[in-house]
């Protein structure tokens, strides 16, 4: 049964999953993984209502700080970041930009959750931050477009083809976490902000541009970026 994305104008209610990909048909292969994840950066829909994507934070509303919520990553992945980075990292932001989130997850990688892998999702009030292979490699087993090579070489990803038919995307630990509390952790925080767009193009649209005016720019990237921003998900 395939899955729905409901749409609601309460900014509260509106959820987003991002950077995702569909699991990939190819069989499995010795010393890699079977699936191709975040291929295209894109996303499948938020399951329906009855299999929720994520632990649901009731939202406050009551004007108090957020608070970081730390799962454990689960076997064979591990956090990118740790609180105090990302505490840091939106202490730096225009401090009216947080006065609607109250919960910063470190999810957990489960069985479940990578049929459906990311780097970041917003849903109610809350953000929540996926884990990464503790290797910081990614392996990939159909080419990634240009936008996805450009991107993650605008954060210090490294890529190689380690055999025919694979391309690998490593990460050093200091360029994975300037994507994450640069990149991932600012596009979602514009999705939470996003309360005058419902359609997917047009909330993609504004927490691309959020990432790019709010994230990568202030931080003298590596290399300039383009202003253009795009349609990075996909639906199924």
């Known amino acids: 049964m395939a899955s729905r994305r409901k749409h609601t104008h309460n900014k509260h209610q509106k ?27 894109g996303a499948h829909n938020v399951p329906a209502p009855f299999s929720p994507p994520e632990d649901w934070h009731e939202p406050r509303e009551d004007g108090g700080d957020y608070q970081i ?15 105090e980075q990302v505490r840091e990292r ?26 459906f892998p990311c780097y970041g999702m917003q849903w109610g009030a809350t953000l929540y931050l996926y884990p990464l292979e503790e290797s910081l490699e990614e392996i990939f ?22 055999e025919k038919g694979v391309w690998r995307l490593k990460w050093s630990e200091e360029a994975i976490a300037d994507f994450y509390l640069n990149n991932i952790l600012i ?20 927490a691309e541009w959020f990432a790019i005016e709010y994230g990568y720019r202030p931080t003298g990237g590596r290399q300039v970026r383009q202003p253009e921003v795009r349609k990075r998900h996909h639906s199924v």
């Open 187 to 206: 596009h979602e925080l514009g999705h939470l902000l996003d309360d005058r767009n419902t359609s997917y193009t047009d909330r993609e649209r504004y």
């Open 90 to 115: 939106l202490n730096r932001m225009p401090a009216h930009f947080l006065d609607a989130l109250e919960v910063v997850q470190f999810s957990q990688m489960t069985r479940k959750k990578k049929s």
């Open 141 to 162: 087993y159909t080419p990634p477009r240009p936008e996805v090579l450009n991107e993650s070489k605008m954060f210090g990803g490294q890529w190689d083809r380690p």
């Open 69 to 83: 919520i730390v799962q454990p990553p689960g076997e064979g992945y591990r956090h990118v970041v740790t609180p």
């Open 15 to 41: 959820h987003n999953i991002t950077r995702q990909t569909r699991r990939q048909a190819t069989q499995p292969r010795v010393g890699w993984s079977p699936r191709a994840r975040r291929l295209q950066f």
